[in-house]
């Protein structure tokens, strides 16, 4: 559920990152841990679907939400 989750900020707002929902996703606290230690990125593409980049070489492949309406 969204109240177990975290704010996560696409571009950290202190590297100039915006505050808003366009630039944040709901995260669990495991795969927000995960993303600030470096081994995964997440970004979201011109229809508002975000996209989770596994750390090299655990897989090439993307992986997508597929659940993800956009925004």
């Given amino acids: 559920p969204a109240t177990w989750c975290e ?15 366009d630039h ?3 995260l669990c606290p495991a795969h ?21 980049t596994p750390p090299w070489p655990v897989t090439p492949r993307l992986i997508t939400n597929p659940y993800h309406r956009g925004i």
């Fill in 7 to 21: 704010a996560h900020h696409l571009v950290e707002w202190w590297r100039g990152g915006h505050t808003d929902l």
């Fill in 24 to 26: 944040s996703a709901l």
């Fill in 32 to 52: 927000h841990h995960a993303i600030h230690c470096g081994d995964w990125t997440c970004t979201r593409d011109d229809h508002g679907r975000l996209t989770f």
